[in-house]
């Protein structure tokens, strides 16, 4: 049955479905679309050292993210620049580097495409375990650290007053998002990752009225749109990133009619 | 020596400066089991910021904090929820502690706030998210109990009654309690200790020694210096929500 391409395709999507739904709740709640921006960037520059290197592509997608993530997390406590600023410079300027990097590999053949936007094609049944057994472990350490960050993502002083350490939840957050986009980078490409986190997560949002709900709706709103996604990009042979972006875009739009109701409600 | 067994929190000469600027400076106070230490001055004198030095939320601080108990309830002056989060009063109360139904149910019907139980958090009036904020403080049964200005809001019988709860928790959970307030009656009428702030401590001790000081005088005016020597009025009933009076 993995031998289908397809098939593993449809795995992977709901694996990393099941872990961008969670996550994605918390990028919204902390405010951190654009962090989710900068890593998937610099994503490219993991990928290009993978292949440079012949190294496991989501591995050194994991260590660079990282790497980034901490260098800007300690860019914000050395200069006076604005969070966006150091934002898109990191974004951008990993992304750069990556492409340059890119260049002198010619002897390497590259899918661009590929890279940006998802393959299912690529996806490996190596793939599938990384996607799995990661996407395990993600929802595992989110478990662990879900008191203080949850707390401290409400409000950070009552957290930190009551002894629960949000800075050390924080950290470990970042960390987990290098880990979603590492493994996620194949199927969604590394330009739509953050909508994959983000756009599942506001239309779960749209239709819930507690943090548990919206992290469920959240996990099936990604997992009906990788689905959807998925089959048609079969069908109108299209690639799978912005397939699957584009249905979850589609069932946010539904989601809209369920507040446009309330709202009628309440007058 | 009992005094220490009993000691939760204790400041020594702390201070915190933010942009080169003393927010406050050299205060030294402590907090013991089931005593209610007060913090009493006028707007920026470092209330606030005494609180958060002696919670640990300022952490590069001048002289130093030692915290004997890690069970702490606070209830910030200011608490900014960002309402992208969909989370109603249930899931507020268990933010920072896991607790079973009973629990939050006793807690939110002391702060007289039961019925919003299901609600929204964005749904609620200032008065109402003010009683959730204390009912979730005093709900995880805490050793010390930090309250910033913890009845803001909160219309007049409500004041009072949860002055009240204030007092009757302190006795009941045996817990210490730095309190913020404005109120003078109640500061006096309630506070085993008083500590007068004007970015430093300007004058403490108990509320009668305290009334008596000229600086305390100073800063508040002779009439307030009046309000505390007189009050001497008790109590023997409380004010429940909906109107009834229930015996102590």
Redesign the interface.
């Known amino acids: 049955m993995l031998d289908d391409f397809f098939i593993r395709a449809l795995i992977a999507g709901i694996g990393v479905a099941i872990v961008t739904g969670p996550l994605g709740c918390f990028v919204?709640?902390r405010?951190l679309s654009y962090f989710g921006d900068t890593l998937s960037h610099s994503a490219l520059l993991g990928v290009t050292l993978a292949y440079s290197m012949e190294f496991n592509i989501a591995f050194s997608v994991f260590i660079i993210s990282s790497l980034i993530a901490l260098t800007l997390i300690r860019l914000q406590k050395r200069t006076n620049l604005p969070g966006d600023a150091l934002l898109g410079l990191l974004a951008h300027s990993s992304l750069a580097v990556g492409l340059v990097v890119i260049g002198f590999l010619s002897f390497i053949r590259f899918d661009i495409m590929g890279l940006l936007f998802g393959d299912i094609l690529a996806v490996t049944v190596d793939d599938l375990l990384i996607i799995w057994i990661g996407g395990a472990l993600i929802l595992l350490v989110l478990k662990l650290i879900w008191?203080p960050l949850?707390?401290s993502?409400?409000?950070y002083?009552?957290?930190?007053?009551?002894?629960?350490n949000p800075d050390r939840a924080k950290a470990i957050f970042t960390i987990l998002m290098a880990a979603i986009i590492a493994i996620s980078i194949k199927m969604v490409g590394l330009l739509l990752i953050t909508g994959m986190l983000i756009i599942p997560a506001a239309m779960a949002?749209n239709i819930?009225?507690?943090?548990?709900?919206?992290m469920m709706y959240s996990i099936i709103g990604g997992l009906l749109s990788v689905i959807l996604g998925l089959f048609s990009s079969l069908e109108f042979n299209t690639a799978s990133g912005p397939s699957i972006i584009a249905a979850s875009l589609f069932l946010f739009i539904l989601s809209l009619l369920k507040i446009k109701q309330s709202i009628k409600l309440k007058n | 020596m009992s005094s220490n067994q009993n000691l939760l929190v204790k400041l020594n000469k702390a201070g915190f400066s933010l942009n080169n600027k003393w927010l406050v400076k050299g205060v030294s106070l402590q907090v013991e089991k089931g005593k209610i230490v007060t913090l009493i001055g006028p707007n920026g004198s470092g209330k606030s910021t005494t609180a958060?030095i002696a919670?640990?939320?300022y952490k590069k601080i001048d002289g130093s904090v030692e915290k004997y108990t890690?069970k702490?309830?606070?209830v910030?002056q200011k608490?900014?929820?960002?309402w992208?989060?969909?989370?109603?009063v249930n899931?507020?109360m268990v933010?920072?502690?896991n607790l079973n139904k009973e629990t939050i149910d006793e807690a939110l019907s002391l702060t007289g706030v039961i019925h919003l139980k299901d609600k929204?958090l964005g749904d609620l009036s200032g008065g109402e998210f003010q009683r959730v904020l204390l009912a979730r403080a005093i709900s995880?049964k805490p050793e010390l109990l930090?309250l910033d200005e913890p009845v803001q809001g909160v219309d007049f019988t409500g004041e009072i009654a949860l002055y009240e709860l204030i007092k009757k928790i302190s006795d009941e959970l045996n817990c210490g309690i730095l309190l913020i307030s404005h109120d003078l009656h109640t500061v006096m009428s309630a506070t085993d200790h008083v500590v007068c702030l004007n970015g430093h401590v300007c004058c403490s001790g108990s509320p009668m020694d305290v009334a008596k000081n000229n600086e305390y005088k100073a800063l508040f005016g002779e009439q307030a210096s009046q309000i505390l020597s007189r009050y001497e009025h008790r109590h023997d009933h409380i004010h429940t929500d909906q109107g009834e009076i229930k015996k102590n």
């Open positions: 919204i709640w405010r008191k949850f707390a993502t409400v409000n002083e009552l957290a930190e007053a009551e002894g629960l949002r819930s009225s507690s943090p548990q709900k919206m | 958060k919670l640990g939320i890690n702490v309830g606070y910030p608490i900014s929820i960002d992208t989060l969909p989370l109603r899931d507020f933010l920072t502690e929204n995880k930090v």
